[in-house]
C-alpha cells in the first residue's frame, strides 16, 4: 500500500506541468517598426524612428501580464522629405538635442474581445502621460508579436507648433515580430 | 536663393508688415502730440507694441491657436528662449529710465564730472543684461559651458553701447534700420537651421524695428530707445538657435549675425564719427550688411531652404 502511494505520488510530481519561466523578448530597430502620420488639410507626412531598444516580457506565458519597456532615441527619427525631418527634430516638435530619448512603460494589459488594450506611460518632450490603445498581441515558444494602431494628441506633450495649420493627433503605428 | 510659396509670402506680410505699421502709427502718433524730444520713449513704444502685435497675432495665424508664439509669462517647463519677451521689456524699460537719470544727471552735473553720468547710466543696463542673460541660457547648458553665460551678457551689453553710441548721435533711424536688417538676415538664418518658430520671432521683431526706423528717419528723431528690444533679442535668439538645433550650417554664420551690431563700435570714436556724412552712412552700412550677406552665404552652401 505505501508503495503504491509513493508510486502514484512520484507519478503526480512528474506528470505535474513545471512552472512557465518569464519569457523575454529584446525590443531592437530591427524587430519593431514605429511609424507615425502626421495630418494637415490637403496633405499628409509619413515618419517614424529607427533606434529602438528595451523589452517584451511575458510572465508565466499569461499575455495578460505583458510587460514592455521601450526607449526610443528621438534623433534617429525620419520622415517621407529630408528638409521636413530637419524641421521635426528642431524644438518646434520633438527638439531631439534637448530631448534625445522617448520612451514607453506598460502600467495595464487587458484582454478584450479582438485582443488586448495596453495602458502605458509615454514620455516625450520630458512630459509623462498615460495612453491606452488596442492590440493584437501573442507570443509563442520563442516570437512575440505585437501590431497596434492608435492616435495620440501631440499637445498633451507640448508639441503645439502649427496648431490650427497642423492636426493635433497624429496616428502612430507599431509593428513587432522579436525572437527570443 | 528662392521666394517662399505666395502664400507663404502673404501670411508673412500679415502677421510681420501690419504689426510694424501699427508700431510706425504709434511712433508717429507720439513725435506729432510730444515733439520729437518724446523720440527714445516713442521709439521704445512703437517697437513693443509692434512685436506684442504680432506675437499676439500669430494665434489667429495657426501657429498655436491658444497661446502667443512666445508665452508673455514663461511656464515652469519654459525653454530659454521663452524668457525672451520679458527679457526686451526688462531692458526696454531699464533704457528709459537711465536716459532719464542722464538727463537729470546733465541738468545738475559739473562738466567735469561727465563720467558720473556715464556710470548711472551704464551701470544699472550691465546690472540688467547680466540679470536677463542667466534667463535666456538653460542651467544645462551654463554648467556644460561656465562662459556662455558672461559671453553672452559681454555681447549684449556691447551691442547696446555701440548701437545707443550711434543712435544718439543723430542716426536714431538709421540704427533702427540696421537692427531691422541683422533680424531680417537673422530669420532667414533659421530657416536654413530648419527653425520655423525662431525665424518668426526674428520676423516680427525686424518688421517692428522697420516701422520705427521709417517714422524716426522722416522725423529725424532719436530711436535709440528701440535699442535694448534689439539687444535682449537678438544674441540670445542666435545661441538657442546654435544650441538647440542641429543643422550643417557652420557656428561662424550664427557669429557673424549674432555679433554684427558690433562693427558700428569705432563709430563711436569722435574722429570717425566727425568724417563726411555720406562717407560715415555708407560705410556704417555696408559694414553691418556685409557679415549678415557673408552668413546667409554661408548658410546657402551648406543648408536648403524648406521650399527649394
Given at each position: 500500500m505505501a508503495r503504491t502511494l509513493i508510486a502514484l505520488a512520484a507519478a503526480a510530481l512528474l506528470a505535474a506541468p513545471a512552472p512557465a519561466a518569464d519569457a523575454k523578448y529584446p525590443l531592437t530597430g530591427e524587430n519593431t517598426t514605429i511609424t507615425f502620420t502626421g495630418f494637415k488639410p490637403g496633405g499628409k507626412h509619413d515618419g517614424g524612428f529607427k533606434t529602438v531598444t528595451g523589452s517584451a516580457v511575458v510572465p508565466d506565458g499569461d499575455l495578460a501580464k505583458l510587460k514592455i519597456e521601450v526607449e526610443i532615441d528621438c534623433t534617429s527619427l525620419f520622415s517621407d522629405d529630408p528638409k521636413l525631418t530637419s524641421h521635426l527634430k528642431s524644438p518646434d516638435f520633438f527638439g531631439v538635442k534637448d530631448n534625445p530619448k522617448a520612451t514607453f512603460k506598460t502600467t495595464k494589459v487587458e484582454k478584450t474581445d479582438k485582443g488586448y488594450t495596453i495602458t502605458g506611460d509615454l514620455t516625450l518632450l520630458g512630459k509623462t502621460k498615460a495612453v491606452s490603445f488596442p492590440a493584437t498581441v501573442s507570443a509563442t515558444a520563442d516570437t512575440f508579436t505585437l501590431a497596434a494602431d492608435t492616435k495620440i494628441?501631440?499637445?498633451?506633450?507640448?508639441?503645439?507648433?502649427?496648431?490650427g495649420k497642423i492636426d493635433d493627433e497624429v496616428a502612430l503605428k507599431l509593428a513587432v515580430t522579436a525572437k527570443k | 536663393m528662392p521666394l517662399p510659396p505666395l502664400e507663404d509670402l502673404l501670411l508673412v506680410l500679415e502677421y510681420v508688415a501690419l504689426p510694424a505699421a501699427g508700431g510706425a502709427a504709434l511712433v508717429a502718433a507720439a513725435l506729432l502730440l510730444?515733439?520729437?524730444?518724446a523720440g527714445a520713449a516713442a521709439a521704445a513704444a512703437g517697437v513693443a507694441f509692434g512685436f506684442a502685435w504680432a506675437n499676439h497675432s500669430a494665434r489667429h495665424l495657426g501657429w498655436d491657436a491658444e497661446s502667443p508664439l512666445l508665452p508673455w509669462t514663461p511656464g515652469d517647463d519654459a525653454k530659454p528662449w521663452h524668457h525672451l519677451p520679458r527679457a526686451a521689456f526688462v531692458l526696454l524699460a531699464v533704457g528709459l529710465l537711465t536716459r532719464w537719470v542722464d538727463l537729470v544727471a546733465g541738468h545738475y552735473l559739473p562738466e567735469r564730472r561727465w563720467w558720473v553720468a556715464n556710470v548711472l547710466v551704464w551701470v544699472p543696463r550691465a546690472a540688467a543684461v547680466g540679470v536677463v542673460s542667466n534667463w535666456l541660457v538653460s542651467e544645462k547648458t551654463a554648467g556644460e559651458v561656465w562662459w556662455l553665460v558672461p559671453a553672452l551678457a559681454a555681447a549684449m551689453l556691447l551691442e547696446w553701447v555701440a548701437l545707443d553710441g550711434v543712435a544718439r548721435a543723430g542716426a536714431g533711424g538709421q540704427v533702427a534700420a540696421y537692427q531691422s536688417a541683422v533680424f531680417v538676415a537673422a530669420s532667414v538664418l533659421m530657416l536654413y537651421h530648419h527653425w520655423a518658430s525662431a525665424s518668426h520671432v526674428a520676423l516680427m521683431l525686424g518688421g517692428a524695428m522697420f516701422g520705427v526706423a521709417v517714422v524716426a528717419g522722416l522725423a529725424k528723431a532719436d530711436a535709440s530707445g528701440a535699442v535694448p528690444a534689439g539687444v535682449g533679442v537678438l544674441p540670445a535668439l542666435l545661441l538657442a538657435a546654435h544650441v538647440s538645433q542641429d543643422s550643417n550650417i557652420p557656428q561662424a554664420a550664427f557669429w557673424l549675425v549674432a555679433l554684427a551690431p558690433l562693427v558700428l563700435l569705432p563709430f563711436l570714436v569722435p574722429a570717425v564719427a566727425r568724417r563726411d556724412r555720406w562717407f560715415v552712412r555708407l560705410a556704417r552700412a555696408v559694414l553691418v550688411l556685409a557679415p549678415l550677406v557673408a552668413a546667409l552665404a554661408l548658410a546657402a552652401r551648406h543648408e536648403q531652404l524648406a521650399f527649394e
Open positions: 494628441d501631440r499637445t498633451q506633450w507640448g508639441m503645439t507648433y502649427g496648431k | 510730444l515733439g520729437r524730444r
